[in-house]
């Protein structure tokens, strides 16, 4: 594969752009692979990617049944922070989250990482305190988070109303290096490198069963034929319950559809994202300088991949009290993803009751953020069929043992 680089833009541009190869290869399915990974969003390419570049397993096959990037990793609103209040979160987004830094020179593709900084308005006393525990917990944990005044919250958000009639900024947690990347080149800038490596993406092939023999995975079923493995890893977000299905067991995991939507594009605004958990949105403006907007996720389980009137009317309700100025703009376009959620908010990185076949899932309305760490840790799982030391909190045994980690605060309006 040819590298990105300024020399090759210069020499395309001298040749009309006629020489750019394909990002990634559309093979037909082999026969068998060492590792299938089902889902190619993001969690399942990192995972692909980490496989190969630090444990050199690279007989993989990611079989996608839509197009890569085309679940949550395409329908999020890209939020990248780690002030989360548990150790072992803490550890795995903060991973995530330095990976980001470097992830464009390292997948040599611009996914472009903005560390413009993430703040979460405080607006009640008891908000107050919940930030300040995160930003204690935070400093033990070697995650540089701050709680700021409604003074230095005014400075980096000129167009906030800090004085809202129901709900006051108290301050907020902040992060400086927290902030937001291009979701789509985060998916494909994986893509290209598996694909650079030899690994097989394969796309319209839906996984529609699990063959197993004495306890063992031997392969799946697809819409393209069977496909043999020695392991398999299972990283569908909100299809994880349906897999888990096939594969003979159950999770303790929830789909339900979460919506977000974008304003006409307007000059530049607001350079930090801004998370207001107690009216419940956050907003972020994209370099196009559309307002990216995400509220809550529905009340009922559902598989819906689409936005309604409803949640539009009340998460635009919520932000206008805090952001007056949006009362002006015209919505551009509203969508929705599925979601996996589990009970403590927080993902499962696991071992399941079949033998060579692991999970990736439960990353709920938060888990874009966490896509290097997250890859970085299962690849560990699935190379050594062991957790290593980011992973070993989030086995599915925590559910049985009582072992849960909260994280139902940290993860906020949950992004
Ligand atoms: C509106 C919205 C806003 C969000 N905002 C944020 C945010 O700001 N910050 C943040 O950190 N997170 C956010 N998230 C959450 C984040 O998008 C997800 O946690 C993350 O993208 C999950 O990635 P994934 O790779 O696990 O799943 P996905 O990207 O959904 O990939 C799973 C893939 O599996 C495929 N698949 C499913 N079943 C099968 C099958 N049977 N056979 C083959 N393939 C199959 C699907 O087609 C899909 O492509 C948001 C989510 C939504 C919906």
Known sequence: MRRYSAFAIAREAARYHQGWERAWRSPEPKKEYDVVIVGAGGHGLATAYYLGKNHGITNIAVVEKGWLGGGNTGRNTTIIRSNYLQDPS???YEKARSLYEDLS????????FSPRGVMMLAQTEHEKRGYLRTAHANSLQGVVTEFITPAKVKELVPIINLSGPRYPVLGALWQARGGTARHDAVAWGYARACSAMGMDIIQKCEVTGVEQSGGQV?????????IGCKKLALV???HSGALADMAGFRL????VALQALVSEPIKPAIDVVVMA????GYMSQSDKGELVIGGGADGF????QRGSFHHVEETVRALVETFPIISRLKMMRQWGGIVDMTGDRSPIISRTPLGGCFINGGWGTGGFKSIPGSGWAMAELVANGTPGPLA????LERFREGRFIDESVAAGVAH
């Not at 303790?252 to 789909?255: L, R």
């Open 392 to 395: 070993s909190a989030f086995g």
């Open 252 to 255: 303790p995991i929830e789909s």
């Open 218 to 226: 031997t392969g799946v079923e697809t819409t393209r034929g069977r």
């Open 301 to 304: 389980n559902n598989y819906t």
């Open 277 to 280: 958990n107690t009216v419940h």
């Open 105 to 112: 020179q390292d997948l040599n593709m611009n996914v472009m």
């Open 90 to 92: 803490a550890a795995i």
């Open 236 to 238: 569908v977000a909100g």
